[in-house]
């Protein structure tokens, strides 16, 4: 019995050892699993990881071309002067020989003794107005316009919808200048004396001032602020063989109201001609002498803010709401001309030579357009060439359109849209 007892003892010891080492065999399994487990996992996450570095690589090589493709396009439109143009459209269109052009914002006023139509850059006529002229001058500012009489009495102010005020003078008118809201200022003549009234829409006077050559001198300019509240006046003192030129700025808001005359300021050049002012926006002003230019700042007392002296001379003027250009001849013996930019603090940005014999000179938009009747050129405000040409047909007016690298032809007998190639 004794050795039954120790046998089945036995056994019992030999299956706890055996199911002990079952369970250390099963955790070992079970760990190893785990381990498997995650060793599958990390290497999942591995390949995951590897994929997106693989897609975002290859992203990168695309937006790295693209952009590379995008930089070398613009460094080549950049560096590349245009020489050619494909025509997109042609409208012909039939203007009387007297008929005269001028930009309204951006479209085209066609003005004769005859009277007054604008159209578009599509030409479509937008609106027209008939008047019986004998010399019709104009003046614009933004997207107002006025007509006046040479000579005459009439005058008309439109603006890019239609006419908005007409009236007569009692005096014959020698210049006539406009704000952006419509006021007119108007030269007139009264043998030796000279008024420069204020007129709003309807003809109804706002302002009278009353000169003569001996008080004052004569008025060689006249301008007006875009809102209308002042005026800036030129006048030419010739006197014991002494000549000079007074600035004057009136204002016609409240603070002019108590001065004589509206007027606020005034500075006097000597021997100096100033035949050219105007405003660049309501609180900045030029004077063009004949030896530079002056800049004056101010909302409501304008003063000099800014000189600056050419020892060439001025051969045209152009400018924007904040650049002011002069065409100078040229000190280089090969280049006929030298344009320059000037900021409103009367720092240079922008020296540039140029051959074009141009009839007229403009900046539009970022851009400078030059052109006569058989060629055109384009720069950026920065002097950058951007086309030189010839066109096919009578230059009368280039204006930059809508679009990539499109321009408005205005010729004698249509209107075209361009592209350049």
């Known amino acids: 019995m004794g050795k039954i007892k120790d046998f089945f003892k036995d056994k019992f010891k030999f299956i706890k050892i055996r199911e002990k080492w079952q369970k250390i065999k099963d955790k070992r399994l079970e760990k190893k699993q785990l381990q498997t487990q995650s060793d599958e996992m990390l290497d ?29 396009y613009s460094i080549y439109n950049y560096v590349r002067v245009f020489h050619h143009y494909t025509t997109l459209s042609s409208e012909k269109r039939s203007d009387i020989t007297a008929t005269q052009y001028a930009q309204l914002g951006g479209n085209l006023l066609k003005y004769s003794p005859d009277g007054v139509s604008c159209v578009s850059p599509g030409n479509e006529v937008l609106f027209s107005a008939t008047f019986s002229m004998q010399s019709p001058i104009i003046d614009i500012c933004g997207t107002t316009a006025v007509v006046g009489d040479q000579k005459g009495t009439q005058i008309y102010i439109f603006d890019e919808n239609g006419q908005i005020g007409s009236f007569q003078t009692s005096l014959p008118i020698l210049k006539v200048k406009v704000a952006e809201q419509g006021v007119v200022a108007a030269v007139l003549e ?10 709003d829409t309807k003809g109804n006077p706002i302002a009278e001032n009353r000169t003569t050559v001996n008080d004052f001198g004569y008025p060689m300019d006249v301008a007006l602020s875009p809102d209308g509240l002042k005026m800036m006046v030129s006048y030419l003192n010739v006197a014991k063989e002494k000549m000079s030129t007074k600035i004057a700025f009136y204002n016609f808001d409240s603070v002019g109201q108590t001065q004589i005359n509206n007027e606020v300021s005034s500075v006097t050049y000597d021997n100096t001609i100033v035949p050219k002012t105007l405003f660049m ?10 030896d530079g230019f002056t800049i004056f700042k101010g909302n409501q007392v304008p003063q000099e803010s800014a000189r600056v ?29 030298l344009m320059r930019l000037y900021n409103l603090s009367g720092r240079k940005t922008m020296q540039k030579y140029f051959d074009l014999d141009y009839k007229e000179i403009k900046i539009d938009g970022d851009e400078i357009i030059m052109f006569n009747e058989g060629k055109f050129a384009i720069y950026s405000t920065g002097g950058k060439e951007k086309f030189s040409g010839s066109y096919s047909k009578p230059v009368i007016n280039v204006m930059s359109a809508k679009g990539f690298r499109k321009y408005t032809m205005i010729t004698q007998n249509s209107t075209d849209q361009i592209r350049l190639k």
């Open 44 to 72: 999942l996450t591995t390949k995951i990881k590897k994929h997106k570095k693989l897609i975002f690589s290859r992203w990168g090589i695309i937006i790295g071309v693209i952009a590379i493709l995008i930089i070398g």
């Open 309 to 337: 002296d050419l020892e060439e001379e001025i051969i045209s003027i152009f400018y924007s709401d904040n650049s002011i250009g002069v065409v100078v001849g040229s000190d280089d013996p090969e280049h006929k001309y």
């Open 190 to 199: 009264e043998g030796d004396t000279t008024w420069i009234n204020f007129y």
């Open 281 to 290: 926006n309501d609180s900045a002003s030029v004077a063009f002498r004949n």
